[in-house]
């Protein structure tokens, strides 16, 4: 065969495949459908819990707090008796080193 009926031949098939292609797609159609349904609901989920979450900030928001806790007597005898902790090295400074005497 010569080389111009040869691509010919593949201009041929792949014409085909592409009609193919196209014919086959428009039957399926509804290929996509189950991942648009399923974005769908995503979106649903989405929106309920941003619906909750700024329920939730509104009801915090709402809160007043009564600063006269902190003017009591009990809570002025309160004392402080933080005690600061030293850091210590963590590990050796030389790991892989098996000589103990470096």
Same mark, same amino acid.
């Given at each position: ?26 039957? &399926?159609?509804?290929? #996509?459908?189950?991942? =648009?349904? *399923?974005?769908? $609901?995503? @979106?649903?989920?989405? !929106? ?12 915090? &928001?709402?809160?007043? #707090?009564?600063?006269? =806790?902190? *003017?009591?007597? $009990?809570? @002025?005898?309160?004392? !402080? ?22």
């Amino acid at each position: 065969m010569k080389k111009e009926q040869v691509q010919h031949i593949i201009a041929i098939l792949f014409l085909f495949l592409c009609s193919y292609g196209v014919y086959f797609i428009s039957q &399926n159609i509804n290929l #996509l459908k189950p991942l =648009f349904i *399923q974005a769908s $609901a995503v @979106q649903q989920e989405t !929106d309920e819990l941003e619906r909750g979450v700024l329920s939730d900030i509104d009801n915090l &928001n709402a809160i007043t #707090l009564d600063n006269a =806790f902190f *003017q009591t007597p $009990a809570y @002025q005898a309160l004392v !402080d008796r933080t005690v600061v902790i030293q850091r210590v090295p963590v590990g050796a400074k030389e790991p892989f080193n098996t000589d103990s005497t470096k």
